[in-house]
């Protein structure tokens, strides 16, 4: 079947079989989708008719409030999930623009048929939710890295309690973040111009070195 191969490398879909996958797309009534870099995959209002899977690439989730201020609230790469939580809350719309950062093969599943099990309560139907349950508690624990970096109180130890988590992550003191400066600052909620002085301050410092994505803690007691 098309693209059972990338939908094997995910979370969701990694022990069923082609047969099996090949059921589920027309159980879920999937439909895929290949977006280009900064191509929205869904705008903050629309109908949330369906549950996104990313299948290659990565996205970001953007919110912009009422006076037009825009926050990174996640980043997604190959295998997660957006808008599981809110189709499960019984939201109506989608809260955020879900935006490609690269091109991307999208898999959108059918809202209605996710939350309304088959009539004959088929055992794919199982498969999928236990997995995607999986997927939420991820998601979930992402949000709270994100919460304890916003809580520090300076520019700095926000900076500094991300790139930390990043490096633990890494299991090294250089590693790459997957956000430009405009989206850190967005995604850590500080001001850019802020962010970038901060930034070369710790590098003038001898605290860190950086080259676009290319992070390095060179002082490793911090």
Known sequence: ?????????????KDANEFECQAMMFCFKTRFKTFDKNEIIVSQGDELEYV????KGAAIAQNIDSLGEISIL???KCGDTYGVESAFAGEKFYKDNLIATEKSLVLFLNTHRLLNPCP?????HDFVLKNLMQTVAE??????????????KSTREKLMSYFISMSKKSNSTYFEIPFNKTELANY?????????TELSKMKAEGLIDFDKKQYHIIKKEL
Do not use: G, P, W
Not at 120 to 124: G, I, P
Not at 143 to 150: A, R, V
């Open 1 to 13: 079947m098309e693209h059972f191969l990338e939908l094997k490398t995910t979370k969701i879909f």
């Open 139 to 152: 998601s979930s624990m992402k949000l709270l890295d994100k919460l304890y970096h916003m809580s520090k």
């Open 120 to 124: 004959n309560k088929c055992k794919r």
């Open 188 to 196: 850590l909620s500080v001001d850019r111009s802020a962010m970038s």
């Open 52 to 55: 996104i899977l990313i299948l």
């Open 74 to 76: 996640s980043q997604l």
